[in-house]
């Protein structure tokens, strides 16, 4: 076959990671001219869109002269609830300047104040686990910025080339049966022209693979991603034969805009890091219910946020509970929250003189595809970095702001490996390619949608913030019907992007539930009342095709 392209480096996603990854291979490789690396880069959708468009907290990183790395380690691995990796959270912590520099220096504008002498200085906000300020950020839009930036020099560079709206199938494998010893190889992806009339199929042949497609998020019915977070990344390795892991522990942001017409709409954590509160109703003299469950009231991990407020919704009947800011300065909220004033403002809620009502909703994927500190995955050639991957620095439950931190660390990691890697693999040649002997069917394509919403509204009520022995079964019971339905689908029909996506999701929904029935204890963002207590010596889960 000679009709397919041929890269060095194939990245399947466009968010921070993907392209800190495509970034920093091909400016370190600049001084070899005999190693003139060729990167493509798919995004689902246009490449500013996904998740790390909608980050608004900031990066992790100390910088603060009463902050330590000890500290923030310290931190995370108490977030982690028993379950990070040590090794991984030292390893990204101590990363973590030198990845704020790289930004800083490509021309990421981080929001800056002045102290009573008169200095400037990066300005700090604190989040939830955190026991100090070192959270950098561009106002309440620091993954757009980053992004951005980010974006503007990609299309600098003449050997990365970029497509938009095509979307991964699966990956191409070279099994190697024979020697047990040696990994299986990836040699690239069948891929779809989303807007090609044709809904063409095509095979990019690649030396190596990043994945760097977020969570699946979207599993739920309430979330604060995009529709882009559908698994696809995990789901592609999880079929080509990689590890996953601890993917029962979904994070749930405990505060999503709650208005008919908000969308996915986030409030961002450093609202609560500057004052904000969370009351039960709208009044000034509301309660504030926090303090009841935590120390830490509102700066408490996420994991009990979301939890207390998901209890006092169901105790009380309420729709939403309310974040409160206004007793705050009004040029203070407008001038660090600027994107989340005028967006509440268009639903004409003020927040300068106003609580905003918040619901949990379904927000990061901790668990995803394992991979080492090279971003190494199972299958020879295939990397992975962001919220696809399972580094082990989450453990049990993310801490606020260490999301972007991972993707650029991880990234950059995986970039330098690359380099070392690369020199040693011929291109792959003789590509099956895509079977496209399927027919349309588009009375049965209706039915993709349906199954869609079914998965979303299941996995909401019985996977979702408190979870029981019997809801994971009947959830289970449906989600081996609707495999059994889409696989159908996927066989006999043409496959086009919802389809492709009901394919994942459905998988991802049933890796999630399989990891929360394995685990017999509630820990961080898992809590199954049939097990409320913690287990002596907690492991994580791994699941394997």
Not at 300 to 322: Q, S
Not at 508 to 519: E, G, T, Y
Request: proline share 3%; glycine share 6%; hydrophobic share 40%.
């Amino acid at each position: 076959m000679s009709d397919f392209k041929k890269f060095d480096l194939l990245i399947i996603g466009s968010g921070v990671a993907g392209l800190t990854c495509a970034l920093n291979l091909v400016r370190s490789n600049k001084s070899n001219k005999n190693n003139n690396y060729k990167v493509a880069i798919l995004s689902k959708g246009i490449l500013s869109e996904g998740s790390s468009l909608y980050a608004q907290g900031g990066i992790a990183v100390v910088l603060n002269p009463e902050d330590t790395l000890e500290s923030h380690i310290q931190d995370t691995l108490i977030a982690g609830a028993g379950l990070c990796h040590k090794d991984a959270v030292e390893f990204t912590v101590r990363n973590a300047k030198s990845a704020i520099e790289w930004l800083i220096n490509l021309g990421v504008k981080f929001t800056q104040s002045k102290n009573n002498s008169g200095q400037i200085s990066y300005h700090l906000t604190q989040e939830g686990g955190h026991s100090c300020r070192r959270i950098i950020h561009a106002d309440d839009s620091t993954g757009k910025s980053v992004l951005g930036v980010l974006i503007d020099e990609i299309k600098k560079e003449k050997n990365i080339e970029i497509f938009e709206n095509h979307m991964a199938i699966d990956l191409i494998i070279k099994n190697n049966p024979e020697n047990k010893l040696e990994k299986n190889q990836v040699l690239g992806a069948y891929v779809l022209d989303i807007l090609n009339s044709d809904q063409k199929i095509e095979v990019f042949a690649s030396k190596a693979v990043m994945l760097a497609t977020g969570g699946a998020s979207r599993a739920y019915l309430y979330s604060s991603n995009p529709e882009v977070s559908s698994g696809d990344g995990i789901a592609m390795a999880y079929r080509a034969g990689c590890r996953v892991s601890n993917l029962e522990f979904n994070q749930f942001h405990p505060t999503c805009l709650y208005h008919p017409n908000a969308g996915s709409f986030l409030i961002s954590e450093a609202l609560r890091g500057e004052g904000a509160v969370l009351k039960l109703n709208k009044n000034k003299d509301s309660e504030r219910f926090m303090k009841r469950f935590h120390e830490m009231a509102e700066l408490a991990p996420r994991d009990i946020v979301a939890r207390a407020i998901d209890y006092e919704m169901k105790r009380l009947g309420l729709d939403c509970v309310y974040l409160d800011i206004s007793h705050k300065n009004p040029e203070f909220i407008k001038a660090h929250f600027p994107s989340i004033y005028e967006k509440c403002l268009s639903l004409n809620i003020d927040i300068t003189k106003q609580a905003i009502p918040v619901v949990p909703a379904a927000h990061y994927t901790c668990g995803g595809v394992m991979i080492d500190q090279h971003g190494r995955t199972d299958i020879l050639g295939l990397y992975a970095a962001g919220e696809v991957a399972f580094t082990g620095l989450h453990g049990a439950n993310r801490m606020a702001s260490n999301s972007l931190l991972e993707c650029l660390v991880y990234a950059k990691a995986a970039s330098e490996d690359l380099l070392n890697y690369l020199p040693n693999i011929n291109y792959p040649e003789d590509l099956k390619p895509w079977d496209d002997s399927r027919v349309i069917n588009s009375d049965e394509m209706i039915v993709v949608k349906q199954n869609w919403d079914e998965i979303r509204q299941l996995m909401w009520n019985y996977v979702g913030i408190v979870r029981s022995n019997k809801r994971l079964e009947r959830a289970q019971r449906r989600i081996n019907l609707l495999k059994d339905e889409v696989d159908s689908y996927y066989k006999n029909f043409k496959v086009d992007k919802n389809l492709l996506e009901l394919r994942n999701l459905v998988l991802l929904a049933d890796l999630i539930i399989q990891s929360a029935q394995a685990r017999h204890e509630s820990r961080g963002l898992h809590f199954n009342s049939d097990y409320p207590d913690l287990l002596p010596n907690p492991i994580d889960t791994v699941l394997k095709k």
